[in-house]
């Protein structure tokens, strides 16, 4: 199995951006890094989904170096309502599915 | 265009007995999904289903089974609970196997007493 390791936590203010980095060892070399968002009592969300370089959309940008063997995913000017638990999901070498441990991100007023 | 749904929403067992949680999705996707969250933690992968008559498991699926009944319902069954089952269960689909967005139902919340 692929490793991934994110940040337990992270708290940040309103208005600011926040970075949140998986690290991941031993991926497929061509399948997607994808992001999650989950709220409480719900099933994850996706956000953002990249091979390379950076991909942005409406509400986040991800940046994945050459190497891939890690991913950050950026949130721009974050409000109250992104406060929920962010999860990477990768496709390891042998083509298993891996979610990261989470990273449980609080933005304060 | 209900997406992925699950039945039961809460579940309480006592150990040894069995249950299957159903799942159903209706955008026609070929893969399927089931996780379990633990408490705090991150999802794992018990089983997967990558395209209707056909199943493989994941990183945890011991003590599970599964049927994909059809291209729609992908289930999962536990023969003998025990109380290192309780978890919350999620069902997920996708068009295709990998990397391809899953598309999440809102769980299940086992408890084995």
């Known amino acids: 199995l692929a490793k991934t390791t994110q940040p337990i936590s992270m708290d940040s203010y309103e208005g600011q951006e926040v970075n949140i980095t998986c690290s991941h060892n031993n991926i497929a070399t061509n399948d997607y890094i994808t992001w999650y968002q989950q709220f409480p009592s719900q099933g994850p969300r996706f956000i953002i989904q990249g091979y390379k370089t950076k991909v942005t959309n409406e509400v986040a940008s991800l940046f994945i170096p050459a190497d891939r063997k890690s991913s950050t995913l950026s949130l721009p000017r974050v409000s109250l309502s992104d406060t929920a638990v962010y999860y990477c999901l990768v496709v390891d070498a042998g083509n298993m599915l891996t979610f990261g441990g989470g990273t449980r991100l609080m933005v304060k007023p | 265009n209900a997406g992925v749904t699950q039945t039961p929403k809460f579940q309480v067992l006592k150990t040894g007995q069995s249950m299957t949680l159903q799942c159903a999705q209706d955008?026609?996707?070929?893969?399927m999904y089931w996780y379990r969250q633990d408490p705090g933690m991150g999802l794992r992968l018990i089983y997967y289903?990558?395209?209707?008559?056909?199943?493989d498991k994941g990183e945890v699926p011991n003590g599970y089974n599964v049927s994909r009944l059809n291209k729609r319902e992908f289930s999962l069954r536990l023969e003998s609970a025990a109380p290192s089952q309780t978890s919350v269960y999620f069902c997920?689909?996708?068009?295709?196997?990998?990397?391809?967005?899953?598309?999440f139902g809102p769980g299940t919340r086992l408890t084995v007493l």
């Open positions: 289903s990558a395209s209707e008559g056909t199943t």
């Open positions: 955008m026609n996707h070929n893969s």
């Open positions: 997920a689909s996708s068009a295709t196997l990998g990397s391809d967005t899953q598309y």
